[in-house]
């Protein structure tokens, strides 16, 4: 099945209001793009970013969001139909950062996939075993059970999601796995969401971890890999634009 490549920039904590102006306009200046692009700058720039965007075929999303639904009591939380209304198109659930320093389990960041996807939200649902569970060869077993959570929680709708594959050791230290490392856990994944949707083909599989343009171009062309999520080359107009162009 052909499927139309996507390229998202994952800006993390970094920016303010003036890198958010001169990003975003370096960046109109510089599409449109042959595949899907989308950017996930720090949420309280959200609403900068949809005024600057709205007329542009650059899509938004946010990096984190709530389990709970509706409003309530929980301090700190934006919640699905915040973004929403904010314009987000995407929301990463499940990144490693967000799984190691703030203790994400599988089910909360199921349960995120889960809110998002009810609220009109397409979840990246990110994946990926930290070194020393590559090292204990057991790749294969984490990252199935990190998506077997969600495929858990959402059913057949999980043909409805994104899927980013980030090995941790390769998540802003230079490292990357190589082709053809990444495409064999992607082909992996791409089994397990058939056994689990008849839709599975038409999900992208991200691949994340230091990609840079130098690299995109033969990581992008794998069979099972659809494109990639982009941390720091995402913070630099040119970086980004070649990437999305790989
Ligand atoms: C990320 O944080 O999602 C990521 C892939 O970062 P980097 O590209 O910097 O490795």
Redesign the pocket.
Known sequence: MQRKKLVVG?W?MNGSKALVQSLVQELLALGPWPSDIAICPPAIYLGQCEQMLAQSDLAWGAQDVSAREGSGAFTGELSANMLKEFGCRYV?VG???RRSYHGESDQLVAAKALVALAQGLVPIV?VGETRAEREAGQTQAVVERQLGAVIDALGQRISEVVV?Y?PVW????GLTASPEEAQAVHAKLRSQLQAASVAAGQVRILY????KAENATELFAQADIDG???????LKAKDFDAICRA
């Open positions: 994952n993390k990463i990144h490693s950062e990110c980013a980030e390769a998540i802003g230290t994340g971890g230091s990609v990639g999520l982009i941390g720091g080359a995402a």
